[in-house]
C-alpha cells in the first residue's frame, strides 16, 4: 500500500507538494511556494506537515516558483537529501531560487523600514544561504531514464512541453508484501501547449494506476487564432499610435518566447525592424541557459538567420544593470521594452509603467495571465490610473491584450494529451483553483468515465497495488 498527500496544488494552482509514503520510505514530488491570495502564502509560514528528516528524496517536475520555490524553506530546517530535477531545470533554478530569496530578503527589510509587519523584526521566509544550500542538493538526471529516487520508488521523466526542462514525472514503487507488481504513478507537472513557440508538444502519457493530473485551465479554452499574426497586428498597432511598447513577461519562458516571435516578425518584413529591450537581469540569466539547451528547443516556426540563437540577434538589447535599464527611459521611437514581474506585482516594469503610461502614444500589451488583485488585472480591467509607488499614475496609454502567450495547455489541449491513455484506476485533479479542478474532473468522469477525485488541502489518500 502506498499513501499519497496533498499538501499543496490542492483546490488551488500554487505550493504544489505531494508526499509518497511506501515500505517506510516518504520522497515529495515537487516542493512549491504558495502565492498570490494571502491566506494561500500564509501557508508557507505554517509548522511543516512532516519531519523534514523523514524526507528521503524530492522530485521536481519544473523549475517555477510554485514547483520549487519551497525547497530554501526546507533546507533552512535541515533538510539535505537529493532533490532530483533535469538539468536544465537545475540551470534554471540556481536563476529562480536565488531571486526569490532577494525578493524574500527586500521584502522584509521593507516591512522593517516601514514597520507595518506584526513581526519585529520582519524575518523572510529564507534567505540566500539557505537558497545556496538548495542548490547543493540538485541532482540533474536526464529525461527518459529510469533512475532510482529512494527506497521502493523510481522515476523516469518525460517532455511536459511547459518550460524549459520542464517535465512529467513517471513513478514506480517497487512491488511490495502486499502486491506482486509495482504500483505506477504519473503525476503530470504542468501540461504545455501543442503547437507552442520554442517547447516541444507535451509527450504522451505513459500508462499508469494512478494520475494526478494538472487543471489550471481545466474549465476553460484559450482563444483561437494564429498567435503571430496576432502579435504582429498588435505591434503595428501599436506602431502606428507612435510609441513606445511595454510588455510585462514572466523573465523565464514567457520573455525568451517573445524574443523569438518578435525576431522572427521582423526577419519576414511582418513588422518594421525596431529595437526589443529586455530590461530584467534575471531574464538575461535565463536566456543565456535557454540558449545553452538550443537543441532542446522546437523552432519550427522558423530559424534566425544570422543568429548562434533565437533569443539572441542584433535588435535585442539586454539590461543588467540599473544604469542600463534607466537609459531605457530615453527610448522614444517605435520599440519594444520587455521587463517583469509578468503581473506587474513588483520589479523593473512598474519603472516603465510609471514613466509611460501617462504617454497616450505607448501601449502596454498584456501577455498572459493576471491575477486578480494584481496591476496586470486592474489596468486589464479598464482602469484609469494605476496606484504606482504610492501615488496614482494616469492610464492614456492604450491596453492591449494577447492571450495566446500561455504556456498551459487549455481543456481541449488536456484532453488532447490525455487521449491516448487507457483509464486509470483513479485521476486526482489538482493544480486549478476550485471551480476548474472540479469541471474538470466532471468532464473526465461524464466524457470517460473515468474515476476522477478532487482532494483538499492536507487530504491523504491510500492507493493500493492491483491484485
Ligand atoms: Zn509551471
Known amino acids: 500500500m502506498l499513501r499519497l498527500t496533498f499538501h499543496g496544488a490542492a483546490e488551488t494552482v500554487t505550493g504544489s507538494k505531494y508526499l509518497l509514503e511506501a515500505q517506510g520510505t516518504s520522497i515529495l514530488v515537487d516542493c512549491g511556494l504558495f502565492q498570490g491570495l494571502k491566506e494561500l502564502r500564509l501557508k508557507n509560514w505554517a509548522e511543516l506537515p512532516f519531519g523534514v528528516g523523514d524526507i528521503s528524496a524530492i522530485v521536481l517536475t519544473h523549475a517555477h516558483i510554485d514547483h520549487i520555490g519551497f525547497l530554501p524553506r526546507l533546507t533552512k530546517f535541515g533538510y539535505d537529501a537529493p532533490v532530483y530535477c533535469t538539468p536544465a531545470t537545475e540551470n534554471l533554478a540556481r536563476v529562480m531560487l536565488m531571486d526569490a ?5 527586500s521584502d522584509a527589510a521593507y516591512a522593517n523600514r516601514k514597520k507595518f509587519s506584526k513581526h519585529h523584526p520582519a524575518l523572510p521566509l529564507f534567505d540566500a544561504d539557505d537558497a545556496a544550500q538548495a542548490l547543493k542538493l540538485l541532482r540533474p538526471t536526464p529525461r527518459g531514464e529510469w533512475f532510482a529516487v529512494a527506497g521502493p520508488f523510481r522515476c523516469r521523466y518525460h517532455d511536459a512541453g511547459h518550460l524549459l526542462g520542464s517535465s512529467m514525472v513517471e513513478m ?3 512491488a511490495g508484501p502486499d502486491s ?14 501543442y503547437d507552442a513557440p520554442i517547447y516541444h508538444d507535451p509527450a504522451p502519457p505513459p500508462a499508469c494506476d494512478y494520475l494526478v493530473c494538472e487543471s ?3 474549465d ?3 482563444p483561437t487564432g494564429d498567435l503571430q499574426e496576432e502579435l504582429a497586428d498588435s505591434v503595428r498597432t501599436a506602431i502606428r499610435r507612435g510609441g513606445v511598447i511595454l510588455v510585462a513577461a514572466f523573465a523565464v519562458g514567457r520573455a525568451q518566447q517573445l524574443i523569438y516571435l518578435l525576431q522572427l516578425l521582423i526577419q519576414q518584413g511582418r513588422i518594421p525592424e525596431l529595437p526589443i529591450f529586455l530590461d530584467s537581469p534575471m531574464a538575461v540569466e535565463a536566456t543565456n541557459i535557454y540558449c545553452r539547451y538550443s537543441a532542446e528547443h522546437d523552432l519550427s516556426e ?3 538567420a544570422g ?3 533565437a533569443f539572441r540577434g542584433k ?3 539586454l539590461a543588467r544593470t540599473v544604469d542600463e535599464s534607466k537609459r531605457i527611459n530615453n527610448v522614444s521611437g517605435p520599440a519594444v521594452i520587455i521587463a517583469s514581474s509578468g503581473m506587474m506585482t513588483g520589479g523593473r516594469i512598474l519603472h516603465h509603467l510609471e514613466q509611460r503610461l501617462p504617454g497616450a502614444r505607448n501601449t502596454v500589451l498584456l501577455g498572459g495571465f493576471m491575477a486578480e488583485g494584481t496591476r496586470g488585472r486592474t489596468l486589464e480591467d479598464g482602469a484609469a490610473k494605476l496606484r504606482l509607488y504610492g501615488r496614482d499614475v494616469p492610464v492614456r496609454a492604450a491596453i492591449v491584450k494577447n492571450s495566446g502567450l500561455s504556456c498551459h495547455a487549455d481543456r481541449g489541449e488536456l484532453e488532447r494529451w490525455l487521449a491516448p491513455l487507457p483509464a486509470p484506476r483513479r485521476t486526482f485533479i489538482t493544480h486549478g483553483e476550485k471551480a476548474s479542478a472540479m469541471a474538470f474532473a466532471e468532464r473526465l468522469r461524464s466524457g470517460r468515465g473515468w474515476d476522477t477525485w478532487v482532494p483538499r488541502l492536507g487530504q491523504t489518500v491510500a492507493l493500493e497495488a492491483p491484485a
Open 101 to 105: 530569496a532577494k525578493l524574500q530578503e
Open 172 to 174: 514506480e514503487a517497487a
Open 180 to 193: 506482486k507488481r509495482p504500483l505506477r504513478l504519473l503525476f503530470s507537472g504542468d501540461v504545455g501547449r
Open 216 to 218: 489550471t485551465y481545466g
Open 220 to 222: 476553460r479554452d484559450h
Open 302 to 304: 522558423g530559424k534566425l
Open 307 to 309: 543568429s548562434d540563437c
Open 315 to 317: 535588435n535585442v538589447h
